[in-house]
Each structure stands twice: as C-alpha cells, then as structure tokens.
Nanobody, 125 residues
C-alpha cells in the first residue's frame, strides 16, 4: 500500500522559513515524479511545485517561485519543500502527491494519483 506522510508544518512569522518533508512507503520512490499542492480555507487545492524522478527538473507556481525549493532524496524515499520568505498568503494545508504519468508540464499534464494527509502551515505576525 502506497503511503505519503507529510511533516514539518507549523507556525512562522512573515519572512520566516519552514521545511516540509514527505516520507513515502510502499513504492519505488525513485521511479516517480512528485509534487506539492496546498489548500487554504475556502479555496481550491492549488499547485505549488513539482519535481521529476531524479530531481533534475523542477517546476513552481508563480506565487512561490524564487521563495520555495522542491527537492528529493531517492535513497531516503523522501520529498522536501523548503519555504523561505513566507507570506501570510502561504497559510494553507500542504499536500505531498505522487504522479503516475506525465505527458507535458505540471500540473495539468501530470496524473497525480496518491496524496498524503496534509500538514498545516500558518504564517502570521
């Protein structure tokens, strides 16, 4: 059974930083492209970042580009999201997700089929 478990969420002040982790099990992690999404209260889930199977290619939403960094450690079966220069509008539940196929750039052309339970990130002064 494939499982994705996020951790590292919490509270931060504007301008601060947090590092999210996603531990995977039940799959050959290095075979899959991965991504991060987030969902704020009352909003739709939105794409944050994605990374290909070996970490050589990454993609970001315009709202986080230059502030967030997605990375992976295939030896440890972990996905990461380094978040810096946090803004109040980054407050959301953050989800780790696995793609089972890609036909173009994410998120529209990726088939995200497995999701973690999410971790809360709250940015406030």
């Amino acid at each position: 059974q494939v499982q994705l478990v996020e951790s590292g969420g919490g509270s931060a002040q504007p301008g601060g930083a947090l590092r999210l982790s996603c531990a995977s099990s039940g799959l050959h992690f290095g075979n899959y492209a991965m991504g991060w999404f987030r969902q704020a209260p009352g909003e739709d889930r939105e794409f944050v970042a994605a990374i290909n199977w070996n970490g050589a290619s990454t993609w970001y939403s315009d709202s986080v580009k230059g502030r967030f960094t997605i990375a992976r450690d295939n030896a440890k079966n972990h996905l990461y999201l380094e978040m810096t220069s946090l803004k109040v509008e980054d407050t959301a539940v953050y989800f780790c997700t696995k793609s089972q196929g890609e036909t173009g750039p994410p998120p529209a052309a990726w088939d995200f089929d497995t999701w973690g339970q999410g971790t809360q990130v709250t940015v406030s002064s």
